[in-house]
C-alpha cells in the first residue's frame, strides 16, 4: 500500500506461488526440448528453444489473461490473481528470450545490423500471405517491455493508477499482436492444422471468459433502486446484504458497494485505489474492508486506509429507515467520515 | 462459516485448508494442460530435414578452386571423403558468420588450394565452411587432381520450387526453409552465401539444388531477396558442372505461386 517500497515483500504465499511458476515453466521448457528430441531426430537445439520459449510464453499469457475473468467467475481463483504480475514479468521474460535467440539465430552474423535485420529482411509488407510476421512480434514484446519494467506498485503510485492501469490494459493489445505473429509466422510454416486449432482454441477460451465475465458484471449492473425519495434512493433491505459483506449498486454510473457489519451499514466507491479492483466483492476484516484482488485495507467509516497508508476512496452517506437502506448518491470526497448507520430493525 | 468465510488474503503468511485445496487442484490442472500442451506441439512440428552440420569439427581439404559463379571447391579422389566417389564441385561459404567465401577464395580461380572448413550437407549435396585465413595456394591449374569440368547443357527448364540458402538449407539450420528462416536466407544470400532454387517432389521424396544465376551467368544476391522463401516458378537454362546444376534465370522473370510457401 501507499507507504513504503521494497522489490518485492515476500512471505510464504508469495515463495510458494514462484516456486510453483519456476517448476512450471521448467518442466514445460524441459519437456518441450526432451519430446522435440525424442520425436524429431534431426531437430536443432536452437530452433527447440526457440520454439519453446516462444510457445511458454503464448501458453502463460493465456493464463495470465484467463486468472482475471475466471476470478470474476468464481472467487476461489483469486489467490491466483494476488501475485499475477509476477507472472507477467516470468511471461515477458520467456518472450524475450525468444526473441533473443531468434534475433541471434537468424539475423546475427550477417551483412547487417540485426535489430534493424529484424524489421526489415522481409519486404513482403504488400502481402497478406507473406507479411512480416516479425513486426508483430517485435511491437507486443514492446509492449509487454513497459508492463514488465512498470510492473511494481512504485510505478503504479508515481504513474498515477489511471495511467497504470491504462498502460497494463496493454497486455490485450500485446496478446493480439502474438496471435497475428504466431498466425503469420508459425502457422503458415507448419503443416499441422492442429497446430491452428490451439491458437484458435486459446483465443477462443480467452474472449469467452471474459464475455462471461463481462455478461454476468452486465447484468449486476441491470439492477434497479426500488424507490427515491428527496435524492436519496433505496436500495434494499438491510438484511439483504450478507454480514460483513457487501452488495454492490450501479449509481449513476458508478459502482458503490454497501457493507453491512456489526449491525451497521456503510457505503464505500466500489473501486479501489490500487487497481481498481472491486472492494464489493472483498470483506471486513479486523474492522476493514479488504480488497479481494491485493488485500488492501480501508475503513468503512472514513473509507481510509489505516495507518501508516495513505489510500482514500470516496464514501457516502447511508440510512436505515425500517429495516431498508437508503443511500444519498453523491459522491463524498475521498477519505470524508460518514457515521455508519445502525440497522433499525 | 467464520468471518473469513474462506476469504484470501494476499499478504498473509498463509491461506485457509479449502483455499489451498482448490489451489492445489488448480496448479495440477495447469501442470497436467502444459505437459500435454508442450507434448502435443513437439509431436505436431513438421518433421526436421536430415542436413548435418559437423559444427566444430574442422579438416582439411585439398581442391581446386572455381570463383564463379559462385565459390566452390572442386575436390576428387581421396579429398572428397566418404561424401563423393569421384569428384565434386562443393559451394563455399565461411564459416562463423553468415558470410559467402568470395573474399577468402579471391584471385585463386584454378588454383589448387589446402584449407581448413567444416562440412555441412544434405543427401549428396555438400557445403565446406571455410575457416578464415586458412586458404593456401599450393599449386597452379596445371597440378590440379582432376580436369576442368566440362559444362553439359541441359536445355530450358520452367522449375518450381523456393529460393534458399545453400548454407542454412544444407544443414546448418534446421528448419533451413519457409517463411519463418526466410529472414535468415534473406540475410545469408545479401552476405554472399551461394542462392540455391530448392525444387521437390515431396510424394517420391527426390529434390534438387540447383544454384541460381543470372541468365549472363553473374552471380545473384540481394536482387533475389523479395522472393526467397515463397513457392515460386522459375524459368531458365540448366548447365551441369561437375555434380552442380546451375540455374540460369533473372529475376524479373520470376512467378510467384499461387499457394502459400511451404517447408
Request: with cysteine; net charge positive.
Amino acid at each position: 500500500m501507499a507507504h513504503a517500497y521494497r522489490a518485492v515483500q515476500w512471505n510464504p504465499q508469495k515463495r510458494a506461488y514462484d516456486a510453483t511458476l519456476a517448476a512450471g515453466i521448467a518442466l514445460y521448457l524441459a519437456l518441450f526440448v526432451g519430446a522435440g528430441f525424442g520425436l524429431q531426430p534431426h531437430a536443432t537445439l536452437e530452433t527447440l528453444l526457440i520454439r519453446g520459449f516462444g510457445t511458454a510464453a503464448l501458453l502463460l499469457l493465456h493464463g495470465i489473461l484467463a486468472i482475471g475473468p475466471l476470478c470474476r467467475l468464481d472467487r476461489r481463483f483469486l489467490p491466483l490473481l494476488y501475485n499475477r504480475r509476477h507472472l507477467g514479468v516470468a511471461m515477458f521474460a520467456l518472450a524475450l528470450a525468444h526473441a533473443a535467440f531468434a534475433t541471434i539465430q537468424f539475423h546475427a552474423l550477417g551483412d547487417a545490423d540485426p535489430l534493424a535485420s529484424v524489421l526489415t529482411a522481409n519486404p513482403r509488407l504488400d502481402s497478406a500471405s507473406q507479411f512480416p510476421f516479425e513486426l508483430f512480434g517485435a511491437f507486443a514484446l514492446a509492449v509487454l517491455f513497459g508492463m514488465a519494467a512498470t510492473s511494481h506498485d512504485f510505478w503504479l503510485a508515481n504513474l498515477t493508477p489511471r495511467v497504470w492501469k491504462t498502460l497494463h490494459m496493454g497486455v490485450y493489445a500485446a496478446y493480439g499482436a502474438l496471435v497475428l505473429h504466431v498466425a503469420f509466422g508459425a502457422l503458415q510454416a507448419e503443416a499441422s492444422p492442429a497446430l491452428t486449432g490451439l491458437v484458435a482454441l486459446g483465443f477462443a477460451g480467452v474472449v469467452g471468459l471474459h464475455l462471461a465475465a463481462g455478461a454476468r458484471e452486465a447484468r449486476a449492473d441491470r439492477q434497479t433502486v426500488a424507490a427515491e425519495r428527496d435524492g436519496w434512493i433505496e436500495l434494499c433491505h438491510a438484511h439483504d446484504i450478507p454480514e460483513r459483506r457487501a452488495r454492490v449498486f450501479p449509481i449513476g454510473g458508478e459502482r458503490v458497494a454497501v457493507f453491512r457489519f456489526d449491525g451497521k451499514v456503510s457505503a464505500l466507491s466500489n473501486v479501489c485505489k490500487h487497481q481498481n479492483g472491486p472492494l464489493g466483492e472483498g470483506r471486513i476484516v479486523d474492522g476493514c474492508v479488504v480488497c479481494p484482488w491485493h488485500g488492501y485495507q480501508y475503513r468503512p467509516e472514513d473509507g481510509r486506509s489505516p495507518a501508516p497508508f495513505t489510500d482514500r476512496v470516496a464514501t457516502y452517506r447511508v440510512r436505515v429507515v425500517g429495516g431498508r437502506v437508503w443511500l444519498d448518491p453523491r459522491a463524498l470526497p475521498p477519505g470524508t467520515p460518514v457515521e455508519p448507520a445502525k440497522i433499525d430493525v | 462459516m467464520s468471518e473469513r468465510d474462506d476469504f484470501y488474503v494476499g499478504w498473509e503468511a498463509s491461506m485457509s485448508a479449502a483455499t489451498r485445496r482448490f489451489v492445489r487442484r488448480v496448479v495440477v490442472a495447469a501442470f497436467a494442460g502444459a505437459t500435454a500442451i508442450a507434448g502435443a506441439i513437439a509431436a505436431l512440428q513438421a518433421p526436421f530435414a536430415a542436413g548435418v552440420f559437423e559444427y566444430g569439427d574442422e579438416r582439411e581439404f585439398v581442391g581446386v578452386v572455381r570463383e564463379t559463379p559462385a565459390p566452390q571447391l572442386v575436390v576428387s579422389g581421396p579429398a572428397c571423403t566418404e561424401l563423393c566417389s569421384a569428384r565434386s564441385a562443393w559451394l563455399l561459404a565461411r564459416y562463423g558468420a553468415k558470410r559467402g567465401a568470395a573474399e577468402l577464395v579471391r584471385g585463386l580461380d584454378g588454383r589448387v588450394v589446402r584449407l581448413r572448413g567444416v562440412l555441412v550437407y544434405r543427401g549428396d549435396q555438400t557445403l565446406l565452411d571455410v575457416v578464415p585465413g586458412s586458404v593456401q595456394a599450393i599449386g597452379d591449374a596445371a597440378g590440379a587432381p582432376a580436369p576442368p569440368a566440362v559444362a553439359v547443357e541441359l536445355g530450358e527448364r520452367r522449375l518450381r520450387g523456393e529460393i534458399v540458402d545453400a548454407k542454412c538449407h544444407f544443414g546448418v539450420m534446421r528448419p533451413g526453409s519457409g517463411k519463418t528462416h526466410r529472414a535468415c536466407a534473406a540475410r545469408c544470400i545479401a552476405s554472399g552465401s551461394p542462392p540455391l532454387l530448392w525444387v521437390r517432389d515431396a510424394a517420391r521424396g527426390r529434390e534438387l539444388h540447383l544454384l541460381l544465376v543470372g541468365a549472363d551467368g553473374r552471380a545473384l544476391g540481394r536482387e533475389l531477396l523479395p522472393w526467397v522463401g515463397e513457392a515460386i516458378e522459375v524459368s531458365g537454362r540448366v548447365v551441369r558442372r561437375d555434380d552442380l546444376l546451375v540455374l540460369h534465370a533473372e529475376p524479373a522473370a520470376f512467378r510467384r505461386e499461387a499457394r502459400w510457401a511451404a517447408r
